[in-house]
C-alpha cells in the first residue's frame, strides 16, 4: 500500500528542498510560506493546497506535473 499523499508531498518536498541545499528558511523566503508551515507540509501533517503547491512548485522552477511526479493518489 502506497504511503499517505501528504506524507508523499512532504518527501517530495524535503527531496527538491535538499538537492537545493536549501534550509526551510530559504524555501520559505522562495516560495512566501511560512517556515512552520514547510515543516508541517514536510513531515506530512498538514495538507497541501493549491495555491501553495503552485508556490512551491514555482520556488523549485518546474511545473505542477513535475513537482508531483511520482506522487501517488488512491
Known sequence: ???DVCI???DRIRQLRK???WRQIDLAEQS???EVHI???ERGAREVG???LAALAAAFE???SEFL???KGR
Open 8 to 10: 508523499q508531498v512532504g
Open 1 to 3: 500500500m502506497d504511503p
Open 50 to 52: 493549491l495555491r501553495h
Open 39 to 41: 515543516s508541517d507540509l
Open 62 to 64: 518546474m511545473s505542477l
Open 69 to 71: 511526479r511520482g506522487v
Open 32 to 34: 512566501g510560506i511560512h
Open 19 to 21: 538537492k537545493r541545499s
